[in-house]
């Protein structure tokens, strides 16, 4: 008689699960054993070999049984992972998540609900408005004016005539969108701004020199002009060139700017272009996919002076958020503005289904199907409180700073500038371009470091993205050990 795997799901699903978890967690610790670094040496051909091996035949006519397959498979990917838990692992934007939001994520697995219609998603629906509006308010600010107009005072009582050709405006309503991440935020926002826009008038993008690529993809994707390319001489915005480039644009245009760029973590000098766009009547978007979570630090959040002055901002949690991915959002100032999302599909919203008061959450992305991804972001919230938050966003920046000073000090590296968010760019002195593109490779092919590399003022830097609230100082020091001891004399 066959067997039928069991679910996990149901009340049974957790006796299901108990004997596999310890099978993954046995396998992840030999995983990482075996590898012995921050990431598998031999470069890809050698990774690619050893995985097949290990893995031998994926579909074999008849099955090895869930605990050979978790085995085998959780320890191959385990041997061969770049670990962002090791403090020697820290090129990107790509964090070590938290223990108690991984496992909050194994429960949204196995409860599997789908969050586009509420019969699939009662609780994660309700959960899913409780954080989209928690970020919002972070952002925004519960109920504080978002610009210079909405905070003009109100008209006092003497001024009793009515005036019936000035329009009255709802207040705005913040509120957030729960993407996969910047790149969808970012699309989102130009989506948003275009829908905005006055029929047969496109939207013209304005990106800085320094902006993520996904803003470009977002304007082609959605069949708008080439984006209008900012010069950022300094790394950042430049707001005169910015100033001079909407006077010269005709129609409706949107500004985005950037809060903790992916090469130095550079943030532009928001307030100053929130003015300039006040004045030509541009909507301005701000991608802060990786400085958004300054916003949980007291000492690190006046940097995001500005923010909530946007009508979009990305956010991106699996970045200063320490949330596996993926954990982002894009916050909106008033949630009016998604109703161009909204789409009917009788089977998940039929009408008389919304007038009976069920929610209709089809608007509420593009996407159709759902991780219930807030999950993990609630517990990591309710378990850490903002101080927990606060104490993590400040060891990395204070990490980075060390990290800065070291490289000051030392005689053989340039330091590119004192870090603003937790990204640190470097090179030794008097090497090449080519020699420094090399070191990076040689360490990525030995498994000894993972740095990344970033093109700043036309040379050639080292990038340490520091995300890992475990890493130490010493951990700095054999990092730049490893890079003079690798660089040519």
């Given at each position: 008689m066959r067997s039928t795997p069991p679910l996990a799901g149901g009340t049974q699903g957790p006796d299901a699960l108990r004997p596999l978890l310890t099978t993954v967690l046995d396998a992840l610790h030999k995983g990482a054993a075996h590898r012995g670094g921050p990431l598998p040496a031999g470069g890809p051909e050698a990774v690619t070999a050893q995985l097949h091996h290990d893995v031998g035949e994926l579909l074999p006519v008849h099955g090895a049984g869930a605990e050979e397959a978790l085995r085998t498979l959780v320890t191959a990917l385990a041997e061969g992972a770049a670990d962002p838990a090791d403090p020697l692992c820290a090129a990107h934007l790509h964090c070590p998540p938290l223990a108690v939001a991984t496992a909050a994520d194994l429960a949204a697995s196995a409860l599997n609900p789908s969050m586009d219609s509420w019969d699939q998603a009662p609780a994660a629906s309700a959960l899913e408005a409780l954080v989209t509006t928690t970020l919002a308010h972070e952002v925004y600010g519960p109920g504080a004016p978002a610009s210079r107009e909405q905070a003009a005072p109100a008209p006092t009582r003497e001024h009793t005539t009515p005036t019936p050709t000035?329009?009255?405006?709802?207040?705005?309503?913040?509120?957030?969108?729960?993407?996969?991440?910047?790149?969808e935020a970012n699309q989102l926002a130009v989506l948003l701004a275009r829908e905005a826009a006055a029929p047969g008038e496109p939207v013209r993008l304005l990106v800085g020199a320094n902006a993520h690529h996904s803003l470009a993809r977002a304007a082609w994707l959605l069949g708008l002009p080439e984006p209008v390319t900012v010069p950022a001489p300094a790394g950042t915005l430049d707001p005169a060139a910015l100033d001079e480039a909407l006077t010269a644009l005709p129609g409706p245009k949107l500004v985005a700017a950037t809060a903790g760029t992916t090469d130095a973590g550079l943030i532009d000098p928001l307030p100053e272009i929130a003015d300039i766009c006040e004045r030509h009547g541009a909507r301005l978007h701000i991608d802060a996919a990786y400085g958004a979570g300054a916003l949980f630090s007291p000492r690190e959040a006046p940097k995001l002076n500005g923010l909530a002055r946007a009508h979009t901002v990305a956010l991106d949690l699996h970045k200063l958020g320490w949330q596996p991915v993926a954990?982002?959002?894009?916050?909106?100032?008033?949630?009016?503005?998604?109703?161009?999302?909204?789409?009917?599909?009788?089977?998940?919203?039929?009408?008389?289904?919304?007038?009976?008061?069920?929610?209709?959450?089809?608007?509420?992305?593009?996407?159709?199907?759902?991780?219930?991804?807030?999950?993990?972001?609630?517990?990591?919230?309710?378990?850490?409180?903002?101080?927990?938050?606060?104490?993590?966003?400040?060891?990395?920046?204070?990490?980075?700073?060390?990290?800065?000073?070291?490289?000051?000090?030392?005689?053989?590296?340039?330091?590119?500038?004192?870090?603003?968010?937790?990204?640190?760019?470097?090179?030794?002195?008097?090497?090449?371009?080519?020699?420094?593109?090399?070191?990076?490779?040689?360490?990525?092919?030995?498994?000894?470091?993972?740095?990344g590399r970033a093109r700043m003022d036309g040379k050639l830097h080292l990038k340490a993205t520091l995300l890992n609230p475990h890493a130490t100082p010493e951990d700095l020091t054999a990092l730049l050990e490893l890079v003079e001891g690798h660089t040519p004399r």
């Amino acid at each position: 008689m066959r067997s039928t795997p069991p679910l996990a799901g149901g009340t049974q699903g957790p006796d299901a699960l108990r004997p596999l978890l310890t099978t993954v967690l046995d396998a992840l610790h030999k995983g990482a054993a075996h590898r012995g670094g921050p990431l598998p040496a031999g470069g890809p051909e050698a990774v690619t070999a050893q995985l097949h091996h290990d893995v031998g035949e994926l579909l074999p006519v008849h099955g090895a049984g869930a605990e050979e397959a978790l085995r085998t498979l959780v320890t191959a990917l385990a041997e061969g992972a770049a670990d962002p838990a090791d403090p020697l692992c820290a090129a990107h934007l790509h964090c070590p998540p938290l223990a108690v939001a991984t496992a909050a994520d194994l429960a949204a697995s196995a409860l599997n609900p789908s969050m586009d219609s509420w019969d699939q998603a009662p609780a994660a629906s309700a959960l899913e408005a409780l954080v989209t509006t928690t970020l919002a308010h972070e952002v925004y600010g519960p109920g504080a004016p978002a610009s210079r107009e909405q905070a003009a005072p109100a008209p006092t009582r003497e001024h009793t005539t009515p005036t019936p050709t000035t329009p009255t405006h709802p207040t705005p309503t913040p509120d957030a969108l729960v993407t996969t991440g910047g790149t969808e935020a970012n699309q989102l926002a130009v989506l948003l701004a275009r829908e905005a826009a006055a029929p047969g008038e496109p939207v013209r993008l304005l990106v800085g020199a320094n902006a993520h690529h996904s803003l470009a993809r977002a304007a082609w994707l959605l069949g708008l002009p080439e984006p209008v390319t900012v010069p950022a001489p300094a790394g950042t915005l430049d707001p005169a060139a910015l100033d001079e480039a909407l006077t010269a644009l005709p129609g409706p245009k949107l500004v985005a700017a950037t809060a903790g760029t992916t090469d130095a973590g550079l943030i532009d000098p928001l307030p100053e272009i929130a003015d300039i766009c006040e004045r030509h009547g541009a909507r301005l978007h701000i991608d802060a996919a990786y400085g958004a979570g300054a916003l949980f630090s007291p000492r690190e959040a006046p940097k995001l002076n500005g923010l909530a002055r946007a009508h979009t901002v990305a956010l991106d949690l699996h970045k200063l958020g320490w949330q596996p991915v993926a954990a982002g959002v894009l916050a909106v100032r008033d949630i009016a503005e998604t109703g161009a999302l909204g789409h009917q599909a009788d089977y998940l919203n039929a009408d008389d289904d919304t007038e009976a008061g069920l929610p209709d959450l089809l608007g509420r992305s593009l996407r159709t199907t759902r991780r219930p991804d807030v999950l993990k972001t609630a517990v990591t919230f309710k378990a850490l409180g903002r101080t927990g938050l606060a104490a993590l966003v400040d060891d990395v920046t204070a990490l980075a700073h060390h990290l800065a000073q070291l490289i000051d000090a030392h005689p053989h590296f340039e330091l590119y500038d004192t870090p603003t968010l937790t990204a640190v760019l470097f090179r030794p002195t008097g090497a090449t371009d080519e020699a420094i593109a090399a070191i990076r490779r040689t360490l990525l092919t030995e498994g000894r470091a993972v740095l990344g590399r970033a093109r700043m003022d036309g040379k050639l830097h080292l990038k340490a993205t520091l995300l890992n609230p475990h890493a130490t100082p010493e951990d700095l020091t054999a990092l730049l050990e490893l890079v003079e001891g690798h660089t040519p004399r």
